[in-house]
């Protein structure tokens, strides 16, 4: 699965070419980065070593960060952001950035030259705010882009993020941003450009539809029609008061073996 981040039309359908694609518009924003194992070094290190689904589901996707550092304010009813040494109410905020401006307006139809996506909007709760990262997806037929926080990542206190399932197939090209709710009142919320705000993932739409949905409860382990799989369990359990049983990262150790014999993509 690989992304391109040119310029263009809609994503190419056949295997080979991208599922998605990120198209930078602001200049200076930074580089959307793969995801990783390590949840960008602030998994534990006994996990990042034993664990192997924690790293996998670490991975999974990209990391999407702020297009600059910003200084956010909520005083319980309002949102602020500081900029040019004063503070002002989060509306609808658009980057003046030249480098910006000038790449917009020698780039998009007349008739879009103003209307560039904001970068901070407030939304109709008190306290949530709309961060565009400063750029567009677009994916594949058939694929839908998930916005979610950094999967593992060290939380933050001041703020959450909200996730979001957008069909980036058919409403494309997508401004890609995050909504996210400010926690903290009454004192300043540095969110920085280095840190990834958000996570990318593909997710192909089959994968959510109500078929694919469908689940089968087993109420019981002794229905003589429901048979319990009692072997496949003991390949699961692990003995704490057997000393080799099931060591650490025998999980992982497994799923590598699995993939390195060509039995798994």
Known sequence: ?????????????TESEAVLRFTKAFPSAPDIRRAEKSAAGTMPAAAFQY?????????????VYPPKDIHLLFDGKES????????????????EDE????????????DLRDLDPPYLSELFVPGSI????????????????????????????AFVCYEGLVETDLFQPCPLFINIK?????????????KPLFQVQPIERACYQDAA??????????????PFDWNGFRGTVRDMTQRDSHRPGGYGAATRRRKKAGTEE
Not at 51 to 63: I, K, L, P, T, V
Not at 138 to 155: E, F, K
């Open 80 to 95: 602020f952001f500081y900029e040019d040494d004063q503070w002002y109410p989060v509306k609808s905020t658009n980057f």
């Open 51 to 63: 664990c192997q689904a924690m790293r996998e589901a670490s991975s999974f996707g990209w990391y």
């Open 130 to 157: 709309q961060i565009w990262s400063g750029y567009f997806v677009s994916s594949r037929a058939g694929w839908s882009t998930l916005i979610r926080p950094p999967v593992n990542y060290d939380t933050r206190s």
């Open 213 to 226: 949905l469908k689940t089968e409860i087993q109420e019981t382990l002794g229905r003589p029609d429901q």
């Open 99 to 110: 480098d910006f401006r000038q790449h917009w307006e020698e780039n998009a139809p007349e």
């Open 1 to 13: 699965m690989t992304v391109s981040t040119t310029v263009g039309g809609s994503v190419p359908e």
């Open 182 to 194: 400010l926690l903290t009142t009454g004192q300043e919320i540095y969110i920085p450009h280095f």
